[in-house]
């Protein structure tokens, strides 16, 4: 249920038969959002300093990125209605004024090279490109100059080597729009870049490593398309959009059936941001998903959230997920950071009339049959079951870089109903999701550098080596709400065993249950998680932990144990439905020879793969 202190339309259940939301509850969260944010304007309005944790770059940077990322949701707010929204005009026009203004008080500092100023330049870049008739073209004149001369200090500057270019590129594109300073070859290099990055499959890297997340859809989609909004290059403009249709058909299964994102990556405080590319489809009819398909899953995901309280009671995106967690945020992450969700309104520049708004809602794939979707450029595979709505990543791909050294990325498996234990008191013991060698002194591994194997069908497969040198193969293979785990380690040494299951996490401390060669932890609503022991298993148990997770505040693991490293093989359950373990241990079958290992299922059906081979 929506929050009653979030003002929104009554909901509209003939157009939009499955979430209720229209185009005017788009436009009401967005005047939420502006309204919120008003009170913590400095006087010009050039800074928006918003309580909570400060970021690494000070507070005056925190206050220019207030600024700058309320001015997207202002943006598109602005050219959704034809400029009808006088207000936000004026008052983003006032901090333009200041924020240029090297004499005042509320001066945005200059940019330099690797600044936080340069992803905020390109937020206010792009909401004067869309809003020029409105607001850049009726600019005092000394005003544009000033805007210019700051948006300018980006010529000659360097930026990171990932997503950042693209800063640039976007920014220095506007500059040469208006006549302003430009390099033509700073505007190039961010494009020729990326292409660099491009690993096929519609998915880029964000950067030169494996770092395959949300980055891809809100950043190298996002700025590249509407840079050719400014550019007019259609030649690059197809190319993108070509890309970005092959990305579309995978990540529509990134959400669950309720609007959940899977809960995977860094900067998750951004939240429905990961709608950007959804409407950025839309946008530019590089989508496979019909009008009414769109707006289903974009709504689905923001009805989601403001079910769960976000914005909170006074309209304010907080650092974290659901509630304040700052375990989901970074240390680049400041009170207004959550505030790039202001990507997820883009759909706001489609006008009224365009069948994205007016078509009616059409059910996504998980709404109607199980899903599975394999991504192999970046060893991602997706299993989704309509009965529970529940979308499960498998990781065989992406790593943050080598190691990887977060719990955002480490794990093995990610999940929309489910979060990893993030804090740093269970990042150290590192259960969920994660096959760990225990040393006699107590010292376990870490999943290191993930080398993709394969990834196709029903099977993704990856290896790493441990810092004691243990090679590790895994392969997971999907049926509904089944994954099955095996793992072969060769030169493991005298060592324990672990492995974790999903963590289900709840206001209160889930049920928890073990049996013969099984463990198990239930939440309050059902929501259960599983892990079997199939092959090489000798005990179960259940750990938990306090305060870890963006999901609940008591958080409950099952696991499993080995006295040996070698052959292992689980069967690991999240569902939404009652889960039976011990019947379902004595259902599934498994044969191992010394080539090949045969998994047998209830309905007589059967699988088999070849033993792994570290490459």
């Not at 860094?266 to 009819?285: D, E, K, M, N, Q």
């Not at 995901?301 to 509630?323: C, T």
């Not at 480490?410 to 109903?417: C, E, F, G, I």
């Not at 298993?537 to 409950?556: C, I, K, L, M, Y």
Request: proline letters at 7%.
């Amino acid at each position: 249920m929506i929050p009653p202190y979030l003002p929104l339309p009554p909901s509209d259940r003939v157009l939009s038969p499955r979430t209720g939301w229209t185009r005017a509850h788009w436009e009401a969260l967005a005047d939420r959002l502006l309204d919120a944010v008003a009170p913590f304007a400095s006087p010009g309005h050039a800074q928006i300093r918003l309580p909570g944790r400060a970021s690494w770059s000070g507070v005056a940077l925190d206050g220019l990125e207030g600024y700058a990322r309320t001015f997207l949701t202002a943006a598109f707010r602005i050219a959704g209605a034809a400029g009808d929204a006088p207000h936000l005009i004026e008052r983003y026009a006032r901090g333009l004024a200041a924020g240029t203004d090297p004499s005042g008080g509320e001066a945005w500092p200059v940019l330099t090279d690797c600044s936080q100023q340069m992803v905020e330049a390109a937020s206010i870049a792009i909401g004067l490109h869309e809003t020029r008739p409105w607001l850049w073209d009726r600019l005092d004149a000394g005003v544009r100059e000033r805007v210019v001369d700051w948006l300018g200090g980006f010529v000659g500057k360097r930026t990171w080597d990932n997503n950042w270019m693209l800063f640039q590129t976007v920014t220095e594109e506007f500059l040469k729009s208006v006549g302003g300073p430009y390099e033509q070859r700073e505007i190039d290099r961010g494009l020729e870049r990326i292409e660099n990055w491009y690993a096929g499959d519609g998915w880029y890297t964000d950067g030169g490593s494996r770092n395959f997340d949300y980055y891809c859809g809100w950043a190298l989609h996002l700025y590249p398309l509407l840079w050719t909004r400014m550019s007019g290059d259609a030649e690059r403009a197809g190319i993108y959009a070509g890309r970005l249709n092959e990305f579309l058909g995978t990540y529509q299964h990134f959400f669950g059936s309720d609007g959940a994102p899977v809960h995977h990556g860094r900067s998750l405080t951004y939240r429905f941001a990961a709608l950007a590319p959804v409407w950025l489809g839309a946008l530019t009819g590089a989508t496979p998903l019909a009008p009414g398909q769109t707006r289903k899953l974009a709504s689905s995901v923001v009805r989601h959230f403001a079910e769960r309280g976000v914005p909170d009671r006074d309209g304010l995106l907080s650092l974290g997920w659901y509630g304040p967690f700052l375990p989901a945020t970074q240390a680049y992450s400041g009170p207004a950071s959550p505030y790039w969700a202001s990507k997820a309104f883009l759909g706001l520049l489609l006008p009224p009339a365009h069948p994205v708004w007016t078509e009616r809602e059409q059910p996504l794939p998980i709404d109607e049959r199980d899903v599975s979707a394999a991504i192999p450029a970046a060893g991602l595979l997706l299993h989704g079951t309509r009965h529970d709505g529940i979308v499960r990543l498998l990781n065989h791909g992406s790593d943050h870089g080598a190691p990887p050294d977060d719990p955002h990325y480490a794990k093995l498996a990610y999940s929309t109903r489910t979060g990893p234990e993030a804090a740093e008191h269970a990042w150290t013991r590192d259960v969920d999701n994660h096959l760990a060698l225990i040393a006699p002194d107590g010292t376990h591994s870490r999943r290191a550098a993930i080398k993709p194997l394969s990834c196709d069908g029903a099977t993704a497969s990856s290896s790493h080596e441990t810092a004691a040198g243990a090679r590790v193969t895994s392969t997971s293979t999907v049926r509904g709400p089944w994954e099955i785990r095996v793992h072969e380690i060769a030169d493991g040494g005298s060592c324990t065993v672990r492995e974790g299951g999903y963590a289900v996490s709840d206001t209160t401390p889930p049920a928890v249950a073990t049996g013969r060669g099984w463990a198990l932890a239930r939440r309050a609503d059902g929501l259960t998680s599983a892990i079997i022991g199939l092959h090489g298993w000798r005990r179960t148990s259940v750990s938990r932990e306090v305060e870890s997770n963006a999901f609940g505040p008591h958080s409950a693991i099952p696991c499993l144990y080995a006295d040996t490293p070698g052959l292992h093989i689980s069967l690991v359950v999240l569902s939404g439905d009652a889960v039976h373990p011990g019947a379902l241990r004595d259902a599934v079958t498994v044969h191992v020879s010394d080539e090949e290992i045969t998994i047998g299922f209830p309905d007589g059906t059967s699988t088999t793969q070849r033993r792994g081979q570290w490459p």
